[in-house]
């Protein structure tokens, strides 16, 4: 199984992104999505999950309103559009994929496979 994130990079306050994570040697669609975030000195941290078919999201109430995941099944990928970013959105950003439901979409505990993870830079 590999999980290859993407779309990281530099941008200022208030700027976006856009990251993508292309998932393969795994049945896709059998798994929800997650993206987590790891700053300098801190745990790694729940940001957004997607549930297997793609209707239903969770969000970390810090990127509700700012940050959308999706996925598109066809294409083995999930995104994460990251808007407004601020300083505080700095982090390594992970993707992961879980055999669980729904209702474990939040805990790292239950996600199986991590992609190698992209980093996110927002300068003030």
């Known amino acids: 199984v590999q999980l290859q994130a993407s779309g990281g990079g530099l941008v200022q306050a208030g700027g976006s992104l856009r990251l993508a994570c292309a998932a393969s040697?795994?049945?896709?669609?059998?798994?929800?999505m997650g993206w987590f975030r790891q700053a300098p000195g801190k745990e790694r941290e729940f940001v957004a999950a997607?549930?297997?078919?793609?209707?239903?999201?969770y969000y970390a109430d810090s990127v509700k309103g700012r940050f959308t995941i999706s996925r598109d099944n066809a294409k083995n990928t999930v995104y994460l559009q990251i808007d407004s970013l601020k300083p505080g959105d700095t982090a390594v950003y992970y993707c992961?994929?879980?055999?669980?439901?729904?209702?474990?979409?939040?805990?790292?505990?239950?996600?199986?496979?991590w992609g190698q993870g992209t980093q996110v830079t927002v300068s003030s």
């Open positions: 997607i549930g297997r078919s793609g209707g239903s999201t």
């Open positions: 992961a994929a879980s055999p669980y439901g729904n209702s474990r979409s939040q805990t790292r505990n239950y996600y199986d496979y």
């Open positions: 040697g795994l049945t896709f669609s059998s798994y929800v």
